[in-house]
């Protein structure tokens, strides 16, 4: 049941603390500062395609960034395109993130690229599903069952599988950082939770006509998914974008009616450029929310603010993401949509 929520989508948001632990339970040595793959075995991937579709893809961008940073050529595609023309794979480790492991498009990309000799595994939720029982490795999530349509606790025990799977499979100096992070995630998203001003955010922005995201980095794929979930349960146009692009075309559409919601972590280069792109449609009149750990100076562009605590950016686009489900769950909740079964979807897609 659900456990006196709403939703099922609001009672697993709630759930992703629990979910989180799950997935991280007995695979982290803290003390070594190593992650263990359980049997995955000694996988040393010299590049790493990924396949996936909808919110597992925007998992699958943050995915490649990681080995990226490893130092692992790796790339993120749309499983339904990559079926279509597969790229050349070489020795590249083909990994399919499918919460489901039923998804047709995934299954199909996994498939071609078992036909072309690559190596495959899976990151899924569902132990026994199809993906899981023809992928040559599976790699659990442990988010424990998702009803509601669309992905919430999935995603964010997603995030965190990935970075597991590479801090096992890869040589990093940040390895002790990002494992102190991700420790702290459980706690830290609790908080997010309990005092997230997003529903009071999205009070203000119902009855907007659009709904822009914008992120650089790791925080791009949290945009997408920002945008995708708004989409998916408010029937409201939404569209997620590097933070970078906006001035080359999106830009035009930015008026005083479309709020833009800005993920903006640490005082990197990479923040001071988001900003920089907050200005310019801040100029336009539209309303801004930054997500935001607050080491910038955006909170002087910006209508609202929605509060992350300082951790690393792998972790602070997981407590990104929470206020933005919330946001969306709320402008949802106030327009009386059909939140856990929102029309025209399906919870596991099985045609291509
Ligand atoms: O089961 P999968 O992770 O393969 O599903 C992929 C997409 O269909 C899924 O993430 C979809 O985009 C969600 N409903 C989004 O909330």
Same mark, same amino acid.
């Given at each position: 049941?659900?456990?006196?929520?709403?939703?099922?989508?609001?009672?697993?948001?709630?759930?992703?603390?629990?979910?989180?632990?799950?997935?991280?339970?007995?695979?982290?040595?803290?003390?070594?500062?190593?992650?263990?793959?359980?049997?995955?075995?000694?996988?040393?991937?010299?590049? !790493?395609?990924?396949?996936?579709?909808?919110?597992?893809?925007?998992?699958?961008?943050?995915?490649?960034?990681?080995?990226?940073?490893?130092?692992?050529?790796?790339?993120?595609?749309?499983?339904?395109?990559?079926?279509?023309?597969?790229?050349?794979?070489?020795?590249?480790?083909?990994?399919?993130?499918?919460?489901?492991?039923?998804?047709?498009?995934?299954?199909?990309?996994?498939?071609?690229?078992?036909?072309?000799?690559?190596?495959?595994?899976?990151?899924?939720?569902? !132990?026994?599903?199809?993906?899981?029982?023809?992928?040559?490795?599976?790699?659990?999530?442990?988010?424990?069952?998702?009803?509601?349509?669309?992905?919430?606790?999935?995603?964010?025990?997603?995030?965190?599988?990935?970075?597991?799977?590479?801090?096992?499979?890869?040589?990093?100096?940040?390895?002790?950082?990002?494992?102190?992070?991700?420790?702290?995630?459980?706690?830290?998203?609790?908080?997010?939770?309990?005092?997230?001003?997003?529903?009071? !955010?999205?009070?203000?922005?119902?009855?907007?006509?659009?709904?822009?995201?914008?992120?650089?980095?790791?925080?791009?794929?949290?945009?997408?998914?920002?945008?995708?979930?708004?989409?998916?349960?408010?029937?409201?146009?939404?569209?997620?974008?590097?933070?970078?692009?906006?001035?080359?075309?999106?830009?035009?559409?930015?008026?005083?009616?479309?709020? !833009?919601?800005?993920?903006?972590?640490?005082?990197?280069?990479?923040?001071?450029?988001?900003?920089?792109? =907050?200005?310019? =449609?801040?100029?336009?009149?539209?309303?801004?929310?930054?997500?935001?750990?607050?080491?910038?100076?955006?909170?002087?562009?910006?209508?609202?603010?929605?509060?992350?605590?300082?951790?690393?950016?792998?972790?602070?686009?997981?407590?990104?993401?929470?206020?933005?489900?919330?946001?969306?769950?709320?402008?949802?909740?106030?327009?009386?949509?059909?939140?856990?079964?929102?029309?025209?979807?399906?919870?596991?897609?099985?045609?291509?």
């Amino acid at each position: 049941g659900k456990s006196g929520y709403d939703h099922f989508m609001i009672k697993e948001i709630h759930e992703q603390p629990r979910a989180l632990r799950q997935c991280l339970r007995e695979r982290v040595d803290e003390m070594a500062g190593t992650v263990d793959l359980d049997d995955l075995g000694d996988l040393s991937p010299t590049g !790493v395609h990924f396949v996936a579709c909808g919110t597992s893809y925007h998992a699958a961008l943050y995915g490649a960034q990681l080995f990226r940073e490893a130092g692992i050529p790796a790339q993120a595609f749309l499983a339904s395109e990559y079926a279509t023309s597969v790229p050349p794979i070489g020795d590249a480790l083909v990994v399919g993130v499918t919460q489901s492991g039923e998804t047709a498009d995934t299954l199909s990309a996994l498939r071609a690229a078992q036909k072309r000799g690559a190596r495959t595994l899976v990151v899924t939720n569902v !132990v026994g599903s199809t993906a899981a029982r023809e992928c040559d490795h599976a790699f659990y999530i442990r988010a424990g069952p998702e009803i509601g349509v669309a992905a919430s606790k999935t995603f964010s025990s997603q995030l965190a599988a990935l970075n597991l799977l590479t801090l096992g499979m890869t040589r990093s100096d940040e390895a002790r950082e990002v494992i102190n992070a991700l420790r702290e995630l459980p706690g830290d998203l609790q908080r997010i939770l309990d005092e997230s001003r997003a529903e009071e !955010v999205a009070e203000t922005y119902t009855g907007a006509g659009a709904y822009f995201f914008i992120g650089r980095g790791l925080q791009f794929p949290v945009a997408l998914e920002g945008a995708l979930k708004m989409k998916e349960i408010t029937y409201k146009h939404a569209e997620g974008f590097a933070a970078g692009e906006l001035k080359h075309g999106p830009l035009a559409l930015v008026t005083s009616e479309t709020p !833009v919601f800005a993920v903006i972590i640490g005082d990197d280069e990479k923040a001071r450029k988001t900003v920089g792109n =907050v200005k310019e =449609v801040e100029a336009r009149d539209a309303p801004v929310v930054a997500i935001t750990d607050g080491q910038t100076d955006v909170h002087r562009y910006a209508d609202h603010v929605l509060e992350i605590p300082e951790t690393h950016e792998r972790a602070a686009a997981v407590l990104a993401n929470a206020h933005l489900q919330l946001l969306s769950y709320h402008v949802a909740a106030k327009l009386g949509r059909n939140i856990d079964k929102p029309r025209n979807l399906a919870k596991s897609v099985t045609v291509e």
